[in-house]
């Protein structure tokens, strides 16, 4: 239980940090390509876009702890920390205006919507190829371990 509880702690802060070092790439992005109105909003309301990436980032990046559990299949897994991210995320992003909402133009949304679902597919993807190739490299070296003492 206490292991579990430590690495569900390693995991949220895992997530603040994702959601933080995220969150200081977009404003240095907007101060470099120039987007002063977004930078404006952002410094307008810190505290609450702060405390949203840090949010989006635990929702995300914190819940990728389902994979060290075996209770669920790879698709319940990914399918758990996909609606969890996304369910925070959308609200999130709508409600601190990183993401226009139109209720009288609902295609619009249902469109933006979607392009979030696929972003979040890109980049959970990357993260999959990448834990992959660094799974391939450490067997590898295992097996060059193994070699060298027979």
């Given at each position: 239980m206490k292991k579990m509880v430590r690495l569900v702690i390693k995991y949220l802060l895992y997530?603040?940090?994702?959601?933080?070092t995220f969150?200081?790439?977009m404003c240095l992005s907007f101060y470099v390509g120039g987007g002063q109105e977004f930078l404006e909003m952002i410094f307008r309301d810190f505290a609450r876009q702060s405390l949203g990436a840090m949010a989006v980032g635990i929702a995300c990046g914190g819940t990728s702890v389902v994979y060290q559990f075996d209770r669920?299949?790879?698709f319940g897994k990914v399918?758990?920390?996909?609606?969890v991210g996304m369910g925070v995320f959308?609200?999130?992003?709508v409600s601190l205006g990183w993401i226009p909402f139109?209720?009288?133009?609902?295609m619009?949304?249902?469109l933006q919507f979607l392009s979030s679902c696929c972003i979040?597919?890109?980049?959970?993807?990357?993260?999959?190829?990448?834990?992959?190739?660094e799974v391939k490299r450490i067997n590898e070296r295992i097996k060059e371990l193994q070699q060298d003492k027979r």
């Open positions: 997530g603040i940090s994702l959601g933080c969150f200081v790439i669920f299949s790879g399918l758990i920390h996909f609606c959308y609200p999130v992003a139109f209720p009288d133009r609902i619009v949304t249902v979040f597919m890109v980049i959970w993807f990357g993260f999959y190829l990448f834990n992959r190739n």
